[in-house]
């Protein structure tokens, strides 16, 4: 035999020369009518040539109940270096997050585990992954009133989803169910009058209230608010930015709340008025108590509400929790709203909560 290296390849003896972990299991949520399993594989190419992939399965004992392949398997890969031009396409070595999204009817059974088979070229790799067995924490609304924007909400294109932050030499995606909620007008518009004016957004200073008992872990206050997105991005000149202060962990989530609700679950309340908050730590709170007003500070472009639960106590060196809202209500057609309960708003819904 020849002491000479064998030909790089993406197979091994073994199989597929890939390593994949899925770091955070799924929990089941219900949402738009419908049940929902979020969870990420990360994906490594142990192998010394580019790693293809050409499909992924989603399996429940032997059921497929989810597939990707070409672009819309792209579409739910990520990768972190600059010019990709395929996203399915990882290099020798390289590593790249799958971000799985499985709907099934609400009715059906919930999985106790989930198989994934990925495809490369002729030869599969399958690992397996347990559902949490139980319901997300059911919680009381953020906001009064409506008509509210969850902008960014549940869904796998949403910002938010896609947000992994290293901190401290590990990888988290607090916001994994992060929603912003912004305030629209009659028309549909977030403000009236001036855009550069935080006077002007029909959101700003709305009270936001604690989604239930519980007690304050953490607060930020003191960060200046920022001149909302406008016209005036066309005008800037390099460098400039429309930020007030500059982004670091300790300002990235503006002015903030952090509830503590018990059974390491957290909430989280972002860019919210300076000088407004009516909370300090160690204070208890009770469900739909005023703990601030909502704002446009830290990283912002306009008045808004950022809002996530996490299982624990930092705006982002945490895992993102799935939570339902237990009486709310969505706009189905102009002027139509339709009763929800114990559910989870999905990207773009329309919401209206009760005014007291």
């Known amino acids: 035999m020849s002491p000479s290296q064998p030909e790089p390849n993406v197979y091994s003896l073994l199989g597929v020369a890939a390593d994949m972990a899925v770091p955070v299991a799924p929990m089941p949520f219900a949402g738009a009518g419908e049940q929902h399993l979020a969870y990420e594989i990360h994906l490594r190419n142990h192998s010394g040539v580019e790693m293809l992939l050409t499909g992924l399965e989603v399996l429940d004992d032997g059921t497929t109940l989810a597939g990707w392949e070409g672009a819309d398997l792209s ?52 690992g397996t992954v347990p559902v949490v067995a139980e319901n997300p924490m059911a919680i009381g609304p953020p906001l009064r009133g409506g008509d509210w924007l969850a902008a960014n909400g549940f869904g796998n294109n949403a910002a938010h989803r896609r947000a992994v932050v290293p901190i401290g030499g590990q990888a988290f995606i607090a916001q994994r169910y992060a929603i912003d909620w912004a305030r629209l007008g009659r028309d549909g518009r977030l403000f009236e009058g001036d855009p550069e004016d935080n006077g002007s957004y029909f959101g700003y200073g709305a009270e936001v209230l604690a989604v239930a008992d519980g007690f304050v872990i953490s607060v930020k206050d003191g960060i200046p ?24 962990l300790e300002t990235i989530g503006g002015n903030y709340v952090i509830l503590d609700l018990g059974e390491s679950r957290y909430a989280f309340y972002g860019h919210l008025v300076p000088g407004s908050l009516r909370v300090k730590p160690e204070d208890r709170v009770s469900r739909g108590e005023v703990i601030g007003r909502l704002g446009n500070s830290g990283n912002s472009t306009g008045p808004h509400l950022h809002f996530h639960l996490s299982d624990r106590n930092h705006p982002l060196a945490a895992e993102g929790l799935p939570y339902a809202i237990d009486s709310w209500e969505s706009m189905r057609a102009p002027d139509r709203w339709e009763r929800r309960t114990n559910e989870s708003p999905m990207q773009g819904a329309r919401v209206r909560f009760p005014r007291s």
């Open 75 to 126: 579409a739910i890969v990520a990768q972190r270096r600059p010019d990709v031009t395929d996203n399915r396409a990882i290099p020798p070595g390289g590593w790249a997050i799958v971000h799985v999204w499985v709907t099934t009817d609400l009715a059906a059974p919930v999985p106790t585990v989930l198989r994934h088979r990925l495809t490369v070229g002729d030869r599969t790799v399958e």
């Open 225 to 248: 608010e920022n001149v909302p997105r406008s016209r005036r991005l066309r005008e800037m000149t390099e460098g400039e930015t429309l930020r007030a202060v500059p982004m670091t």
